[in-house]
């Protein structure tokens, strides 16, 4: 992936790397480049799956299933290469941390698991990471940000809402900050309490979710009584790479609470105009029946 971007894929089957963006943007892959992918995510899911058999045994799960996870990867930043690393996780757990030091050329290992490595088994993966992961991962990584930067170094303003919702089976209220829309993956979002942060143990949510299309979004709840509501001021606060200050949002009603507070200005105007026309016609039938008694009336009297 390059950030949140699907890239390519390993085919187990075929033992080979798919690089699907390429075929989008009718590239192909060099021979060196294919080969060095291969090998890499081919090395890469020989070790997860070994060491997916060792946990196992380890903390005693043989039966049933379970999650061996990867996250390898490389940082460009504006001054050049960032960090390599590498984390795993099993069953959920986070497991071995590798950071490499590019400008060092140094291993750093952080490993809560009891997967011992010798000073041989050490030197070659530092060797591994140095001459073939590092290049690769870099310079994969700069031909996809030229082929997708359109996409990737986008832009786009989250639409924020500070939303409050009736709780009909205590009484008491919900208060969400919603952000939607946005791009790229990273915000911050803040629930607050009278100009201050409302502790995160208080609140629920806070998932980042895919919108359907390529943006993302995430809202933060809390849940309050009656008298919270009226002794406090809640606001909500967003910063995000788009926006060039904070959105300071404040109080408005959910759709359903307020139904006359989501209907749009134009048709509040548009329903009183036709309640008005309605009025007026009304009226007029109502003088017109009233005058044409009067004259039937005044008839009878003259006979």
């Known amino acids: 992936m390059l950030d949140d971007i699907t890239v390519g894929h390993y085919d187990l089957g075929q033992h080979n790397f798919v690089p699907t963006v390429y075929k989008e943007f009718n590239v192909t892959l060099g021979a060196i480049d294919q080969s060095a992918a291969n090998m890499i995510f081919g090395s890469i899911h020989k070790n ?28 460009l930043q504006d001054n050049g290469p960032g960090q390599t690393v590498r984390k795993d996780a099993f069953d959920g ?18 490993q809560p698991w009891p997967i011992v490595w010798s000073e041989a088994w050490t030197d070659l993966m ?8 590092q290049p ?4 994969t990584l700069e031909r996809w940000l030229q082929l997708r930067r359109d996409v990737v170094l986008r832009k786009v303003k989250p639409r924020v809402r500070l939303l409050q919702k009736t709780l009909p089976d205590s009484g008491g209220t919900k208060v969400t900050c919603l952000a939607t829309g946005f791009y790229p993956r990273h915000i911050n979002l803040t ?4 100009g201050q942060p409302v502790p995160d143990h208080q609140i629920t949510g806070g998932e980042l979710l895919p919108n359907g299309d390529g943006t993302y979004q995430m809202r933060k709840s809390l849940e309050v009584s009656a008298e919270e509501m009226k002794d406090h001021h809640y606001t909500c606060l967003a910063e995000h790479l788009s926006l060039d200050n904070k959105l300071d949002i404040q109080l408005d009603l959910e ?9 749009p200005l134009g048709v509040v105007i548009s329903i009183a105009l036709l309640l008005l026309c309605v009025i007026t016609i009304t009226v007029s039938v109502v003088t017109l029946c009233y005058r044409k008694h009067q004259g039937e009336n005044i008839h009878v009297l003259k006979d």
């Open 48 to 75: 997860m799956k070994s060491q997916a058999l060792f946990l196992q045994q380890h903390f005693n799960r043989t039966g049933g299933i379970h999650v061996q996870q990867r996250m390898s990867g490389c940082e």
């Open 93 to 110: 757990e986070s497991g071995e941390v590798i950071h490499f030091d590019v400008r060092k050329g140094m291993l750093y290992r952080q």
């Open 126 to 133: 530092t060797s591994l990471v140095t001459r073939v992961f």
């Open 136 to 139: 690769f991962c870099m310079s």
């Open 191 to 194: 629930l607050l309490r009278d």
């Open 255 to 263: 759709a359903g609470v307020d139904p006359v507070s989501a209907v």
